[in-house]
């Protein structure tokens, strides 16, 4: 990402922290777990199709940090939604 933005990584990294008061990898992975939710309360697809949109290495992986971000599992959110 810094390249793309031609700036340093630690200036990249500052900058970011500044406008979020999260890391860059804590950016991103909060972005991907919000747009999970999204698409499981739409609840066309499944937990894995879903993780596997989204770059995780594995379902199971996504779980367990859509868990830690909103304290429940995807397929208890998923539920809720429907």
């Given at each position: ?79 809720k939604?429907?």
């Amino acid at each position: 990402m810094a390249d793309i933005l031609c700036m340093s990584r630690p200036t990249l990294y500052r900058k970011i922290n500044v406008v979020s008061s999260l890391s860059p990898n804590e950016l991103i992975n909060l972005t991907r777990l919000r747009r999970a939710a999204e698409l499981l309360a739409q609840g066309n697809l499944k937990i894995y199709e879903i993780s596997n949109m989204l770059g995780y290495s594995s379902a199971q992986h996504f779980s367990r940090n859509f868990q830690k971000q909103f304290g429940i599992t995807p397929s208890e959110f998923q539920n809720k939604k429907s």
